[in-house]
């Protein structure tokens, strides 16, 4: 079965420092997302992309967040300088058309920032 | 606000038991989907409904739009059906999801 694959499965950072996560979304789908989980809380949108430019963003989506599919299979999500609430789980995920059968959500990476 | 509720929060529950977790939400939706957390935290997506009834395995899912409600259920629960089970939904516009809190259920042998 097709799944998303995000890179690494965990990673620490220190606390101002760059970090790029990266994930491969199934290879027919059109629609990709980044999603977030901090510990203890529920899942919460960030970002979707579509036809390569953001669709939809989440007031967390600042300017220290951007995402990009650099190369036709990746799709990365960059924080430009970490801060400690940064900590949390990162979700990637992928759809066909307007997500009208459903999502795959990669396995996710954990990111510490210290 | 656009607002997603599930209950119970926690729900314990013996081997063989029939369980049932209740999501609500406040407008209009396009789907409605049942995802399933893991300790290790991937989320596995297991049902996406938008009308009536779904069902694979011992799982069963029901939607009624009418009344914004949607319940998943368990048959012959088993240990390994230990997760938390999120109900999240696709509002009628666009295609983000927005998550509920999650039920954390046990099953014990």
């Known amino acids: 079965e097709p799944e998303v694959t995000q890179t690494p499965s965990h990673q620490v950072t220190q606390m101002g420092q760059e970090v790029i996560l990266r994930c491969v979304p199934i290879?027919?789908?059109?629609?990709f997302y980044w999603y977030r989980q901090i510990l203890g809380q529920k899942v919460e949108f960030l970002v979707s992309?579509?036809?390569?430019?953001?669709?939809?963003k989440s007031e967390i989506f600042d300017d220290q967040f951007s995402v990009e599919r650099p190369d036709g299979s990746n799709f990365t999500l960059k924080i430009r300088s970490t801060k400690l609430e940064d900590s949390a789980m990162y979700f990637c995920?992928?759809?066909?058309?307007?997500?009208?059968?459903?999502?795959?959500f990669g396995s996710g990476t954990r990111l510490t920032v210290v | 606000k656009n607002e997603v509720e599930q209950s119970p929060q926690n729900l314990t529950a013996q081997e063989g038991e029939f369980i049932t977790i209740n999501c609500s939400y406040s407008?209009?939706?396009?789907?409605l989907h049942w995802l399933q957390q893991h300790p290790g935290g991937g989320i596995v997506s297991l049902f996406m409904?938008?009308?009536g009834k779904k069902k694979h395995g011992r799982l069963i899912a029901t939607i009624n739009i009418q009344e914004k409600h949607s319940s998943l259920h368990i048959t012959a629960s088993h240990p390994r059906d230990s997760a938390v089970y999120i109900c999240?939904?696709?509002?009628?516009?666009?295609?983000?999801?927005?998550f509920g809190e999650g039920t954390q259920l046990t099953v014990n042998p």
């Open positions: 995920a992928s759809s066909e058309w307007q997500a009208l059968y459903g999502y795959t």
């Open positions: 290879s027919n789908h059109l629609y």
């Open positions: 992309f579509y036809n390569n430019e953001i669709s939809e």
């Open positions: 407008v209009g939706i396009s789907a």
């Open positions: 409904l938008s009308s």
């Open positions: 999240a939904v696709q509002w009628t516009s666009g295609s983000r999801l927005t």
